[in-house]
């Protein structure tokens, strides 16, 4: 079952921040956060494991609720730069090895 | 760096024709995957491999069929195009292991079906 996140898109003005969720109906491993550029392949943020371990670059910030099937995406004192499509993936239980996407959140920085 | 490489930015196809896209990566990765990504729904799982000779159905394989007869190289075909397989298609390879590594992309291949 694909992951839900929101919202589905956000504007903001540089330096303002924003939260991104994503939520699931199955019990998670792990979540994997992706950020595509317009016309690039997707990017590779974060992972963030069962049990607390996170993985990824130093200026992002995630949580990961494992009761509540969800994880939240920080993205702080934003820059023009962090304009794009964001994407979670969920490893489930179910579905086993493989990452399920969810439809995205678009963000959008102006100056 | 890993690199992940796809035949074509840009391919235009007809309906009924057999087409394939081929993805490389030069890692020794054991692990590719295949996606299709349409706006408001993502990208969703066509079909995956662990290693030579052995696929998995994703969640959409309907319509499409994979080979990959080495590790380098992971092939997806549509065997006979529709106009509602045109899409982008990207393919994805992460580390050995898979889990708990990040998957790296493609730059895709924008697929229009006429």
């Known amino acids: 079952q694909q992951p839900v996140q929101s919202p589905q898109a956000v504007i903001l003005r540089e330096g303002e921040d924003a939260v991104i969720n994503c939520s699931s109906s199955k019990a998670l491993y792990s979540v994997h956060w992706y950020r595509q550029k317009h016309g690039e392949a997707p990017v590779f943020l974060m992972i963030?494991?069962?049990?607390?371990e996170q993985k990824g670059h130093e200026k992002i910030s995630a949580s990961f609720n494992e009761k509540k099937q969800q994880s939240s995406l920080y993205l702080t004192a934003s820059q023009l730069s962090y304009s794009g499509t964001y994407f979670c993936?969920?490893?489930?239980?179910?579905?086993?090895?493989?990452?399920?996407f969810g439809a995205g959140t678009i963000l959008r920085v102006k100056s | 760096d890993v690199k992940v490489t796809q035949s074509s930015r840009y391919l235009v196809k007809r309906t009924g024709e057999k087409v394939f896209l081929e993805c490389v990566q030069d890692?020794?990765?054991?692990?590719m995957f295949w996606y299709r990504q349409d706006p408001g729904l993502g990208l969703r799982l066509i079909y995956f491999?662990?290693?030579?000779?052995?696929?998995e159905k994703g969640d959409i394989p309907e319509g499409y069929s994979v080979s990959r007869e080495k590790k380098e190289r992971f092939s997806l075909i549509l065997e006979s195009a529709s106009t509602n397989q045109t899409s982008m298609y990207l393919c994805a390879s992460p580390p050995a292991g898979g889990r708990y590594n990040e998957q790296f992309f493609g730059p895709g291949t924008r697929l229009t079906v006429l």
């Open positions: 491999s662990y290693d030579v000779k052995m696929k």
């Open positions: 993936g969920t490893e489930t239980v179910e579905y086993g090895n493989k990452l399920v």
């Open positions: 890692m020794d990765h054991e692990n």
């Open positions: 963030l494991l069962k049990g607390g």
